[in-house]
């Protein structure tokens, strides 16, 4: 199985280089093969590693707890990446002169393609590299290549983004960098000078840690990385990334690029939860995770913009995924694994469909837009499933997983703190569930002057491209909620049982 | 000051030499804060810089280390020399008066950054992690060193002035990692630099945007994106 972990680290970055050369088509095809072809590679490393780790050529690792990251990764590379042929064919700008058009698009979708791949690269590489300080290193660069996708537009909106998420996000990554530091100082007291921060003598090691080391690199991490989950207070740059971002790269922000920060957090957590005891790192996370389902819940109750509600409801997710790592009960923990998962295709399909929306309609004001189960026939029921599955609904993959933290955390004797979870999660399902019925199933929008725009719209679909994604999407959340394969469930209580003290 | 109190003789020359490097990072970082031409503030990043690297040099005689040699010949090129050029380029093209952009004063900025960095020296002094390579001062300073860049990002309104704060919060983190981890593999020291230089690279162009956007280096008008 070695080869399949090199070869998801190597196709994706040749597609990258491929994409600098060859014309819109050639990329755009292979785009979408290489998509397909990583979540075929992700699965196919699902059985073995339920069992074993695989490691291959020094530098890479997969255990159970990483491939459930790589799974969201792949899935919504794969599905991104089809939705991006349509996004990018409905993107030219009526008005201009033909042939300036043709270069500017030609130009626009190169930049795309190549951004896009690499950005989904470094976050399939996140999970795979072994250890510490690599970890960083991939992080790192999902950041910045990020920001430079998030400037695409070259709107003044996406300026202002790109500057505020480089900034924010890389001084995230430089406290992130300290925990680095501080952890190899730790495990240097045990294992000698020289040895490269890998996870398995690490965690190893774990038990006679130097205290104080570790437990600074655990805080540190949790803020530095914490910056890219987007924990409160350190969330501020992801609502206008998230927002300004292209669609597909929305999509991508918000299912992947947030878990992937959390599972290097879950990595300081492994190390720190064995050197100190679960006490102190499951507090943080417990103090993080309720102030970032606070602000979020309420942040989503008056909201204008569809992408920003989105974005919000992100901050929501991860700190329902913080505090059910809190509750330490391995239902919780296996909730939390499936959340992840359910998450990342909820999400990616709820900016799928707000993408349409916003083709559709030409604004992303909720005000401006009205009656999209009549004009979209497909991608607006669509949207109501996946914001229904988003507010954890029967019978969607994320009920699933919110029920297994709830009723984790009422066994494990969590009692005031899941019921802050339940009332929380409550309110932003009020928030969400309001704004997305009230432009879908209204006649007319609420801003008077946007009612002639909106009558003159002609029912149908922007691109078929746009919906075929988000189909596939609302079908895995109802695996995910009703008939979860076995080896799926394997994988995630194995993973859980990683978190819990147990061996690695 | 239980930190200096700490040591039971006198510091080595290595010790006292060590410290006094570090020193002169924390001052150069002040003086980034109160410089109020951009100019000026990219000249002292490449100072502060090169203060790194010589400590690094120290680091690598004082206990024969030689991989730190490496280490230090790289991040000369590219910390004292790369970045500051590719800053001054921008500063050149984008022909932009800007001059004291700071939110305070330069009193006020100045007085908080002592508080902060005073913080962040004894915060650390009581956490009793000792190094064998370089004093625990010098791990205290490199703390002040970073919260002072995170002043000095707050404080200040424009492009560059935030990037060259981010440069110097990582000049912090060299300084850190060359007290506890001055042992790491030379080649994640390489990969780090090397993200660096990605992410110098990134800064460069989003600054350049910023620049074509708005004609001008102020950050005062990024504000449309709230709620």
Known sequence: MSIVLVLLVVVPLATTVLCAFASHRVSAAATVVTGLAAFAGAVALVPTVSTRTITAIGYLRADALSVVFLLATCFLYAVTAIYSVGYLRTAGAAGDEEEERRAYFAQHSRRFFLGFNAFAWSMMCAPLVNGMALLWIAVEITTVISALLVALENTEGATEAAWKYVLIASSGLGIGLLATIFMYFAGAQVLGQSYDLAFDPLLAAAGRLPDTPVRLAFVLAVVGYGTKVGLFPVHTWLPDAHAEAPTPVSALLSGSLLAVSFYAILRYYQVATGALGVRFPQMVLLVFGVLSLLLAALYLLEQQDIKRMLAYSSVEHMGILAIAVSFGAPMALTGALLHVLAHAAAKGNAFMGAGVLVRKFGTKELDRMADGVRLLPWSGPLLVATVLSLCAMPPFGLFRSEFQIVAGGFGNRHNAATAVLVVLVTVAFLGLSLSTTRILFRVRPLTADAYHDVENLAIGEPSWWMVVPTVAGVLVLLMLGLIPPDQLLDLLSHAASTLHGGPA | ?227
């Open chain 2, 1 to 227: 000051m239980s930190v200096l109190a700490a040591a039971p003789t006198a510091p080595s020359v290595f010790d006292g030499f060590a410290n006094a490097v570090a020193l002169v990072v924390l001052l150069l970082e002040f003086g980034m804060l109160r410089a109020s031409l951009l100019r000026a503030q990219v000249r002292l990043y490449a100072g502060q810089s090169l203060a790194v690297s010589v400590l690094a040099v120290v680091v690598a005689i004082g206990h024969h280390v030689p991989e730190l040699y490496v280490l230090a010949a790289l991040s000369l090129a590219l910390k004292v020399i790369v970045v500051p050029l590719l800053v001054m380029r921008l500063l050149r093209d984008a022909d932009a008066e800007i001059a004291g952009s700071g939110a305070l004063g330069v009193a006020s900025e100045v007085l908080i950054s002592i508080v902060v960095a005073a913080f962040g020296f004894f915060a650390v002094g009581v956490l009793n992690i000792h190094s064998n390579v370089l004093p625990t001062a010098a791990l205290s300073l490199s703390i002040a060193v970073v919260l002072v860049a995170f002043i000095l990002m707050v404080v200040r309104r424009d492009v560059v002035s935030q990037a060259i704060g981010f440069f110097s919060l990582e000049n912090g983190v060299s300084l850190a990692s060359l007290v506890v981890a001055s042992g790491m593999p030379l080649i994640l020291e390489v990969a780090f630099l090397f993200d660096l230089l990605v992410a110098v690279v990134v800064f460069g162009v989003l600054m350049r945007t910023h620049q074509r956007r708005s004609r001008s280096l102020s950050t005062e008008h990024l504000d449309r994106l709230r709620g």
